[in-house]
């Protein structure tokens, strides 16, 4: 992130006027000539991506004291990876699929920093997720059955800790539905059922519905599972990468169709002799400037 950083000039008992007006004549001109890439701090975008490239994710087939170590180097490279080294995570991941004191490590990392580094641990669970393993299904069935704040930092409504623990049993949910077992499956649709938030059981739906190609039988399975009331998240169009306009409007078509509710009602048009004045307050005095 950039910083603007303000610099003070001690002027002392100059005044306005012969030399210091000079120097900021100066100084305005110059700030009018943008700087060339040259003048920039640190290396350019393209230099950082460049050398970013030449980096290797850490070994993860270590044991003993430096299992943890390599596990937390490996969330590191994660965590600062670009959508070109994805596929070298993924292939990194299945590798040690079968290594559940890799899986383990990676869920007490996921404990030890969900309390003072929400994001690390979000990346170490999604990373676990794409691990597939018997340890993650263990460790999202934790998360998932930790209780969820009722107390705590409370900020327009909302209990921050409880917030962030929504967010950790979400990406948890997801994981297990990435999983495919018919274990983890009838985890997922408990969830819907049974989690007592809005948010994480919606995203039950989404994460079932995405690991079973959004099939019609996927859909009949979880309207029997689905609240009353969120079938809508059972219905919901998801535009698929290099899908044609045509085709995702055919689908938000039918979705408008099957549930007219969503639909804003439409502007309300001005007459002619209101149009550019503004609309009268109804409460209160106007204000005073």
Not at 198 to 223: F, M, P
Not at 245 to 253: H, Y
Request: hydrophobic fraction near 40%; charge should be positive; glycine fraction near 8%.
């Amino acid at each position: 992130m950039w910083k603007l950083v303000g610099i003070m000039s001690l002027v002392g008992s100059l005044s306005l006027s012969g030399l210091l007006a000079g120097h900021l004549a100066a100084l305005t001109l110059k700030s009018q000539v943008p700087p060339s890439s040259k003048t920039l701090p640190g290396p350019l975008p393209s230099e950082i991506l460049e050398r970013r490239g030449q980096v290797k994710p850490p070994t993860l087939e270590v044991s003993g004291e430096k299992l943890h170590q390599s596990v937390a180097a490996y969330i590191s490279w994660a965590s600062a990876s670009t959508q070109r080294e994805k596929e070298t995570a993924r292939r990194t991941l299945a590798e040690v699929r079968g290594n559940r004191q890799i899986g383990e490590a990676f869920c007490e990392h996921a404990r030890q920093v969900r309390s003072s580094d929400h994001s690390r641990a979000l990346v170490t669970l999604g990373l676990l997720g794409e691990m597939k393993s018997a340890a993650g299904e263990a460790c999202f069935r934790e998360f998932l059955a930790m209780p969820l704040p009722t107390q705590g930092t409370v900020v327009e409504g909302e209990i921050l800790e409880q917030k962030a623990l929504a967010s950790l049993q979400a990406k948890a949910v997801d994981g297990l539905a990435y999983l495919r077992t018919p274990q983890a499956d009838q985890e997922v649709l408990r969830i819907v059922r049974e989690h007592p938030l809005r948010a994480v059981r919606a995203e039950a739906i989404n994460a079932y519905l995405w690991n079973h190609g959004d099939s019609e039988e996927a859909k009949q399975t979880l309207r029997k599972h689905a609240r009353e009331g969120e079938q809508i998240f059972v219905d919901r169009v998801r535009w698929n990468s290099g899908e044609k306009g045509e085709s995702f409007n055919r689908k938000l078509e039918a979705f408008l169709k099957a549930h007219p509710e969503v639909i804003p009602p439409a502007p309300v048009k001005l007459k002619e002799s209101q149009r550019g004045t503004v609309p009268e307050r109804k409460l209160g005095r106007p204000p005073k400037f």
